[in-house]
């Protein structure tokens, strides 16, 4: 399977065309690239951890309270007065909680300092461990929409928002999870401050942020949760499905392989009735593997670690069809074909 890195120490493609702008990066060379740590305070953080972003966050250093020690969040520099794409992966950690409210990532709405309210014009969270999109035209209650229920936990997630922001009911908001759309809002009123007609002012504009940011009883949590990103794009003129799509190689980086399989393993086969397989990995891999989940295209779905020749594997939140895997321990690798019935 073919995953992406960077070329060079950092990937920022801009285009300023027409005044359009797109910005990305897959953090395969180790760098934040084009984002930065935002909003985030010790012990929790945001950084590049084996080619993701992994935000940490400890809930006790929530406990005295503070925008900053609310989550574990990454920005960047990109803006947009009208119209914006938004495409990135995440997964939740295994230790995530099931019974949590937060947020996932953010489309930020900015002041320009004089008057109105800094906060985020939509929102995309989980609750109750079902992910929903919040968005609204002014700083108080917004339009709801769930997205996906039971998100399960080690399985990555593509997800593309597009949105127009508008104070003349010509607005939108539209989302898709993993390649199918879940939400579509038209006539809306989206966005709010100062505006220049039917577009926000230069001094109020949209930016996106990812990253955690949970609003809990701390008390109720010991365990540090932990949300992985990637594949991040941001474009801002119409027409970006394609550029921001995060299934897909993204435009100008070359392609590495994982490795050169010594073998290839059996096709393993899913029972109709279950979301589970169980693998032994025998004589090849006794202290167990890394074991990585990709469709047809060489998009990443799962990605989990064993610790012995015997794992128990959820494909919950993939679809059926055709995939591949690998184990992978050192430089030693072994590649299979999966069917999901």
């Not at 285009?15 to 010790?42: A, E, Y």
């Not at 086969?269 to 025998?282: A, F, K, L, Q, Y």
């Amino acid at each position: 399977m073919n995953i992406l890195f960077l070329s060079g120490p950092v990937l920022i493609a801009i285009s300023l065309i027409q005044g359009q702008t797109f910005l990305t990066g897959n953090f395969d060379d180790g760098s934040m690239g084009p984002f930065h740590m935002c909003t985030t305070q010790n012990p929790n953080y945001a950084k590049v951890v084996d080619g993701h972003v992994e935000t940490y966050w400890v809930p006790s250093s929530h406990r005295a309270g503070g925008r900053m020690t609310a989550g574990a969040e990454f920005c960047s520099s990109w803006k947009t007065v009208k119209e914006g794409w938004y495409g990135l992966k995440f997964r939740l950690g295994a230790e995530f909680p099931q019974n949590t409210f937060g947020a996932v990532c953010q489309i930020f709405q900015n002041t320009d300092g004089n008057s109105g309210c800094s906060s985020w014009a939509a929102i995309m969270g989980i609750q109750n461990n079902n992910l929903y999109i919040n968005h609204r035209a002014a700083c108080g209650d917004p339009t709801h929409g769930e997205l996906y229920p039971n998100l399960p936990r080690n399985v990555w997630f593509n997800v593309v928002l597009h949105y127009i922001a508008s104070r003349h009911n010509a607005g939108l908001m539209e989302i898709w999870v993993n390649g199918e759309q879940k939400y579509r809002k038209t006539g809306i009123n989206f966005g709010f401050n100062s505006w220049s007609g039917d577009s926000l002012g230069a001094g109020s504009p949209l930016t996106h942020k990812a990253g955690q940011y949970n609003w809990v009883d701390v008390n109720q949590f010991t365990t540090p949760w932990v949300i992985q990103y990637d594949d991040i794009s941001m474009y801002n003129a119409p027409d970006g499905y394609a550029k921001v799509d995060p299934s897909k190689p993204i435009s100008g980086l070359k392609q590495k392989d994982p490795g050169k399989a010594e073998s290839i393993g059996p096709v393993f086969v899913t029972s109709p009735t279950s979301d589970r397989i169980n693998v032994d990995m025998g004589k090849d891999f006794p202290g167990g593997a890394e074991i990585r989940i990709f469709s047809p295209r060489g998009e990443s779905m799962i990605a989990v670690k064993a610790t012995s020749r015997f794992h128990s594997l959820s494909l919950h939140g993939i679809s059926p069809g055709l995939y591949f895997m690998t184990f992978r321990a050192g430089t030693r690798v072994v590649k299979s074909k999966l069917i999901k019935s």
